[in-house]
């Protein structure tokens, strides 16, 4: 550790974190604090591009109408951003359509095939989707419309029967890095267009990374390998960025004293809206002006109020109604929105730091999201209560599934039994990345946690304990609308986000979130 920090010139503070990242040799250490543009691999190395540009440079030849669909999340929406741009830059006939999945379900509807089809349509490229759409493609062939698909969900056996399928996820794909985002593989294919018809690539890198830096982080991708290069290269770009959808968003998205803008930015995209195929998303990312983009994110802040309103009166139902005792929550609230079930499942498993299910109701089935600590594996735990489903999925730490409402009770059985023997290791022991004094905490811990940053999956905000720390005064007050609190801990003024702490001596695990007038903002785990 204090080999780390002399060869690299950091503090034993950040060598430590990097240690406990498993970030021990030198080089990769580095690697990972200074990535460089240099180390991504050439979009060349994915199977099918070489296809994918010379259909594109037939269809601009033959001034073909090329039409782009995307998923409706962030990744979706910021790849289809990326791709428009591209083409748009050499073609003028581009245009986008992304399906409401909420209403119209996922895979493109005939419907929408046919209607590409009577605007004359000749080329259709997905983005973040598609790889799973056999119809889709099928239907689109017969109207006379060739596909190609990019995507980065798992490929099945088979592949859908369009003109390519662009997805490092692929068996037979020997491209080095399997966990881009979809945006990430939208860039792959932008570049490698760019590249073959002579784009300006560098200037398009560099408007294009906080596009991939958002949609690769909202989207829960790994955030190593190319996707630490990216997220915090695009991260930085985003921070210099001079777009007025980009700086309009950092300006009004900021919700208090948060360490990284762009965790702040992702919350409030995540509430934008679809409507007859178009987005607002894409509207505020590429607005002219900045008036035109405080509209939109006016509108994403109101409905991003509305939700929370609705979730902490979920978190509340569902707090009051679970039984906490043994070593699963399960909680069964049918009045609890389907939407707001993996919040309050989340929620509650970090607050009784135990595996939770919650499980509502939708028409006359029964739904549950599952969210878990690190040290008990759910999904392996649903897997044991299959029996008890129609369907279920997901990973280690969060699951789902839905089931016959008279299966509830062999369910919760089943689950109980699966949690006594599956001993969860004792609480604490895994949850944090440092233990800490509180003094040690100064202003340079803040640049040495912006350095690790952007955080997400696989390189999560770290966590620190303080054992025995004194909490002598807690006075709560709000900041805009956001709750804050004045705590003196240890005889030291903190400012705490979210919920206080109770008064006395405890071991405190939290992070740090940031600094408002001078001091030093801490979440609290417990
Ligand atoms: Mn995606």
Same mark, same amino acid.
């Given at each position: 550790? #204090? ?469 002598? #005064? ?53």
């Amino acid at each position: 550790m #204090e080999n780390l920090a002399q060869k690299l010139n950091i503090s034993p503070f950040l060598a430590s974190l990097l240690v406990k990242r498993g970030l021990k040799d030198p080089k990769e250490a580095e690697k990972f604090l200074i990535p460089r543009i240099e180390d991504l691999h050439s979009p060349f190395l994915i199977d099918d591009i070489k296809k994918v540009v010379k259909r594109v440079g037939e269809g601009i030849a033959r001034r073909e109408r090329i039409m782009i669909t995307g998923h409706d999340d962030v990744d979706g929406i910021t790849s289809t951003l990326v791709v428009m741009k591209t083409l748009r830059s050499f073609h003028p006939d581009v245009d986008y359509y992304i399906p409401d999945t909420k209403r119209e379900g996922y895979g493109l509807p005939g419907e929408l095939l046919k209607s590409f089809s009577s605007q004359g349509v000749k080329l259709l490229i997905t983005v973040d989707s598609g790889v799973s759409d056999f119809q889709g493609a099928k239907l689109a062939k017969s109207l006379g419309i060739e596909v190609i698909i990019t995507d980065h969900h798992e490929p099945q056996e088979e592949l859908p029967q369009a003109q390519a399928v662009i997805n490092p996820k692929r068996n037979d794909c020997t491209y080095p890095f399997r966990y881009l985002a979809g945006v990430g593989v939208a860039l792959k294919f932008s570049l490698a267009l760019l590249e073959s018809f002579g784009g300006n690539d560098k200037g398009f890198l560099k408007e294009f990374l906080p596009l991939v830096a958002l949609g690769t982080i909202a989207d829960k991708v790994p955030l190593v390998g190319e996707n630490r290069i990216l997220s915090k290269l695009g991260a930085e770009e985003l921070g210099l960025s001079t777009k007025p959808g980009i700086q309009t968003l950092r300006r009004m998205s900021r919700g208090g004293p948060g360490l990284d803008p762009i965790d702040d930015i992702i919350e409030l995209l995540r509430f934008g809206h679809i409507k007859g195929g178009k987005s607002d998303i894409v509207e505020l990312l590429s607005a002219k002006d900045s008036a035109q983009a405080e509209i939109i994110c006016d509108h994403l802040k109101q409905s991003g109020r509305l939700w929370r309103k609705e979730a902490e009166e979920a978190r509340k139902m569902v707090t009051r109604e679970a039984e906490t005792d043994g070593p699963i929550i399960v909680a069964v609230v049918p009045r609890v929105g389907v939407s707001l079930l993996g919040y309050c499942a989340s929620f509650l498993s970090k607050e009784e730091r135990k595996p939770t299910v919650v499980i509502g109701r939708r028409a006359d089935l029964l739904v549950g999201e599952g969210r878990s600590p690190q040290s008990f594996d759910l999904f392996k735990a649903f897997s044991y209560c299959r029996d008890c489903f129609l369907q279920y999925g997901g990973h280690k730490r969060a699951a789902g599934f839905s089931m016959r409402p008279e299966m509830l009770k062999s369910f919760i059985d089943r689950i109980r039994d699966y949690a006594r023997n599956h001993l969860l290791l004792p609480p604490g022991q895994e949850d944090y990345d440092l233990k800490v004094p509180l003094q040690l905490l100064n202003q340079e811990v803040l640049s040495d946690l912006k350095r690790l940053s952007p955080f997400g999956q696989a390189n999560p905000e770290p966590k620190f304990l303080t054992p025995g720390a004194d909490v002598q #005064e807690v006075k709560e007050f709000y900041l805009g609308e956001w709750k804050l609190s004045e705590a003196t801990i240890d005889g030291r003024p903190f400012l705490i986000w979210g919920d206080p702490p109770s008064k006395g001596k405890k071991d405190l695990i939290y992070s740090i979130k940031g600094r408002h007038r001078g001091w030093l903002c801490l979440r609290i785990q417990r």
